[in-house]
Each structure stands twice: as C-alpha cells, then as structure tokens.
C-alpha cells in the first residue's frame, strides 16, 4: 500500500494522519516550520471556539478536552461592556503552538503513538511542488499565501496586529471582543497558561491609528500593555461565497485552505479539526467525504452574506444589532441553536450523536 502524504502538521492535518494510520496506512506528514505548533509569529496563543466535546469526539475519534477550558468573557460593543454567556455557545478556551499545554501537541503526541512519520522543515512553496506529490495527498496548510496559490484557492488578504507576553499562572483563562471603529471586523485578549494575547484584524488595510486605538481599549478596560506589537497578513477563504471546497485537481483540501471556516467572526479551529476526519475519509470514499464535507459547510453562504450586509450598515445600525445579538440573542434557544449549527462541522457531529443512539 503507498504511504499517504498530509502536507501541514495544523489541525486539521494531525486528526487526517491520526485516522488514516487507524485505516492501516502508512502516513507521512511534511511539515514547512521546525517543530510543531505552527508559526513563531502567532504562536504560542490562546484561542477560542465553539465546541460539542463529546459530540466532536464521537466523529473526529480523538478527545480534545485535556487541551480544553473554561474562562471568563466580555464585550465591549463601542465602549460598553457586555458580559457574555460563552456557555450559551458551549465555547471553550485553548492554546496553539508548540508548547507541551497546546492542542497541537496533544494530537501531535497522539499521531506519534499511532505510528505517524514526521519530517519537519519541509517547505512546498510553488505549485511544482504540490503537482510533485502524488494523488490524494492531503493539503492541509492552514494560513499560508504559498498554499492558496498553488491550489489556486481564492482569498481575501486579511490585515493583522498582535501581541503577547507571559502573565502570572493565578491569571483565569479570559477573552475579551472588542467591536468599535478602530475595525470593520474585530479585536480580542485572551489569556491561558500564563500566556496573555491580544491580536486586532480586518480584511481590509489597517494601520497604527487602529492599533493605537485598540492599545487604548485594552488599557482602558483591563488595564493591559504589551512591549512589542507585529504586524503581518493572513490569506482567508472568503472571496467568494463559493468558497468551500473538498478537492483542488487530485488533491484533497483540509482546514483554512478548503473553507472549513466561518466566514463572519472567522473561527476555524472546529472546522480544521472535523475537515482533518473528512480529508481522511476522501482517501477511502470520495462520494461520502463530499457529502460530508457539504454538511460541514452548509451554513457559509448564509453567514458571508450576513458579513456583507452587516459591514454595510450605519455604525448606530451595526451596535444596535451587535448589542441585541449579544445580550438577548443568546437567552433565546433558537437563535443559539442557529450560532453553534453555523460553526463548521457542527452538524456532522450532531448528527453523529443522532445516528449512534438510533
């Protein structure tokens, strides 16, 4: 049996590598940056997601929760703060990076247990180099320009600032949302593991009067500052609302780069971790990975053009409804259901509950 390639050792390519190597393959992982956990720009961070965990587990066949907890929340809709029921969503709070408390040594130590090969520092960066691979190799590169061009992905160039710095083990796990002018999409803090973050973007240019502004805030309202902030840029599958895709030529596509990610607030983790189970199943049976992968995906065109339309909306407009969505959209069952069957892949592992008690 040929050993199957995973080009990118994110998410989505560790849970892929974990249940091909349970199929009986022989699984290969190339890997672009030195070690686990992604890029030392960005990484080690705290990050945020939705989460069913027992419902994931179920589908993905891995248990995420040791890397997973609870923590405080807030928002500040253009200066009011507005305390947030992250339980309502059933969110939960993680790291990423390389550190032995990341998700991604978790599933990493776990692909390795399993009997997954790794080669690190292996950087494919032209599309001579993909075509080199051979079929259903899964490409599962996360947020690099060099993978979107070479699987001739459409992006939109996202504009990024952040910032961390280590804090006391006695801090909770917290994330704070930022909604104000400094950005037409958002802002955040978060901190977990003696780690504080703060990271504001948008998908169009920013420049240091956002970052100046958003330094304010944070200040402000939880009294943070941070010695060195960085600037850099993200490609993001939302172009077009046609986005999501399984395949590119004889390559299967997994996480970020296949739009298994949330167009409006742009959460990806759920969707990199069930993209990696689909990926996986395309090597076996193509017919069934596409419909799964058409569940995954199936809220992305309601929640683009939701973004179009609340971009384009007066400021007085954007926070009336910000603030309802916020403080009375949560208390309300049926809008949460809608919030959480928005998040890729969601309703694969609900319906994976369904099926296992039918």
């Known amino acids: 049996m040929a050993e199957n390639i995973v080009v990118g050792a994110g998410l989505s390519g560790l849970v892929a590598a974990i249940n091909l190597v349970r199929e009986g393959r022989e699984v290969l992982v190339l890997e672009r940056e030195k070690c686990i956990g ?29 890397a997973l907890s609870y923590f405080e929340s807030k928002t500040f809709v253009f200066g009011k703060e507005i305390t947030v029921d992250s339980e309502a969503i059933s969110a939960r709070l993680l790291e990423r990076g390389p550190r032995s408390t990341s998700l991604d040594s978790l599933l990493y130590d776990i692909a390795v ?11 494919l960066v032209s599309q001579d180099d993909f075509a080199k691979l051979p079929p259903d190799t899964i490409v599962a590169t996360g947020l690099h320009f060099e993978g979107f061009d070479s ?11 952040a910032a961390r710095k280590k ?10 949302i930022y909604e104000d002018d400094f950005t037409p999409d958002y802002a955040y803090t978060t901190s977990l593991n003696g780690i504080v973050f703060a990271h504001c973007f948008a998908r169009v240019p920013i420049g ?18 941070f010695d060195e902030w960085i600037d ?49 199943m395309a090597v076996m049976d193509k017919d069934r990975a596409i419909e799964e992968a058409r569940i995954a995906t199936s809220a992305f065109k309601g929640a683009y053009i939701l973004q179009k339309v609340l971009r384009y909306q007066p400021r007085f407009s954007k926070e009336f409804l910000l603030r309802f969505a916020i403080e009375q959209g949560l208390k309300m069952p049926v809008l949460t259901r809608v919030a959480k069957d928005s998040i890729p892949g969601w309703l694969n592992c609900k319906r994976a509950v369904r099926e296992s008690f039918s």
């Open 38 to 66: 992604g890029s030392s720009l960005y990484h080690p961070s705290p990050q945020g997601t939705p989460v069913d965990i027992e419902a994931l587990k179920r589908y993905i066949g891995v248990d995420i929760s040791p």
């Open 151 to 161: 699987m001739r992905v459409d992006y939109l160039t996202s504009f990024h600032y």
């Open 232 to 280: 850099f840029t993200f490609p993001v599958p939302a172009a077009r609302i046609s986005n999501p895709s399984l395949f590119s030529g004889n390559k299967i596509l997994a996480g970020t780069i296949g739009g298994f990610i949330e167009p409006f607030m742009f959460f990806g983790i759920h969707g990199a971790l069930v993209s990696g189970k689909i990926a996986a």
């Open 208 to 225: 240091n009067r956002t970052l100046e502004a958003f330094k304010e805030s944070i200040y402000r309202n939880e009294g943070l500052e």
């Open 167 to 176: 804090t006391g083990d006695d801090k909770p796990p917290h994330v704070t």
């Open 113 to 123: 247990k399993e009997g997954v090969r790794f080669k690190f520092g292996q950087e």
